[in-house]
């Protein structure tokens, strides 16, 4: 018989009994394997008179059945056995797969959180004050994508932006493809030497001295606060910046094109997105403005955030010998 690369009709005809008598009248159809060649029979043997015949039964012959055990050919209940079962393995295999991947990403954005604040005590140390957001609407072809952007002797012109990765030398996006929302306290972007201190800021008899070699004395403080829910209890606060992924939601973060994702709904999310403020054009922290939400995440909080506490900065800035 011919090399069968599809069903076919290999051949029709009589099947002797084993005493070479007529038996019964079959078609037979060879399968992409030989083994699996099924027989269509009409058991009414080939004195039927009926066209078509009458088929009574399809069934492999007893001797194709011991072929197609020995080419392991398999019943459709043996396939339907391994179908089952490789559906089980499937989904308990891909679903711990997908835990670990979001795993994975979580840990990366983390570390690169860490890197981040390593890189703004690095860059605090150096130039005497933080840096300033980056424009979060450029796109990442713009030459001015991730430069942390104007500033004056009082400041920051803008407050609330994107990590300025270009100006920290550090990654644009978290695991996830999104930038990093960056916001920073307006005394601890001036630049050295200070010439006045703020309303309210370092009162005293006698005042201070003025610093010379950072923007910022040991009597500031900070104006971010991190706290465990929206409305709630305060976890950290006087803090000079705050960093936030937007985790694998992404809900309010900026893309790498600069449009904004849309926003989550749900309320601790908000307080740590970006929205634009109508009556200034600028962009500032939602909700509670400068109040962030620190929390273990749940169905619909992901974020993950990073700050950098007063006191904290000022000892490195006291180590760096940019403070007295
Ligand atoms: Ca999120
Ligand atoms: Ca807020």
């Given at each position: 018989m011919p090399a069968m690369n599809s069903w076919s009709l290999s051949d029709w005809g009589l099947i002797h009994d084993a005493g070479g008598r007529c038996g019964s009248f079959a078609f037979r159809f060879a399968l992409?394997?030989?083994?699996?060649r099924l027989e269509i029979v009409n058991n009414d043997g080939p004195r039927s008179s009926s066209w078509p015949p009458p088929i009574l039964e399809i069934r492999q012959t007893p001797d194709l059945r011991a072929l197609s055990a020995r080419n392991g050919g398999f019943t459709l209940t043996e396939v339907a056995v391994v179908l089952i079962i490789v559906g089980l393995l499937l989904g308990g295999v891909l679903g711990p797969l997908s835990a670990q991947n979001d795993l994975r990403a979580t840990n990366e954005t983390k570390a690169a959180l860490a890197e981040i604040r390593e890189a703004l005590f690095g860059y605090a140390a150096a130039k005497g004050r933080l840096p300033c957001p980056a424009n979060p609407e450029l796109a990442n072809n713009d030459v001015s994508a991730g430069v942390e952007g104007s500033y004056i002797s009082t400041g920051?012109?803008?407050?609330?932006?994107?990590?300025?990765w270009v100006t920290l030398g550090v990654g644009e996006t978290d695991a996830w493809g999104n930038r990093f929302s960056y916001v920073v306290s307006t005394k601890f972007t001036r630049p050295p030497p200070l010439a006045a201190f703020a309303s309210g800021e370092c009162t005293g008899t006698p005042p201070p001295s003025l610093p010379t070699s950072a923007?910022?004395?040991?009597c500031t403080v900070g104006d971010l606060s991190i706290a465990n829910t929206a409305g709630g209890?305060?976890?950290?606060?006087?803090?000079?910046v705050v960093v936030v992924s937007?985790?694998?939601?992404?809900?309010?973060a900026f893309l790498t094109s600069g449009k904004q994702i849309p926003i989550s709904s749900d309320n601790d999310e908000i307080e740590n997105l970006l929205i634009k403020d109508?009556?200034?054009?600028k962009w500032k922290n939602a909700g509670f403005d400068k109040v962030f939400i620190k929390k273990a995440p749940t169905v619909s909080f992901d974020d993950e955030l990073t700050w950098i506490s007063t006191p904290l900065l000022l000892s490195r800035m006291m180590s760096a010998g940019k403070l007295p």
């Open positions: 992409p394997r030989p083994a699996m920051c012109a803008n407050l609330a932006g994107v990590l300025p923007g910022f004395a040991l209890v305060g976890v950290a606060s006087g803090l000079t937007h985790g694998k939601n992404g809900g309010g109508s009556a200034t054009g």
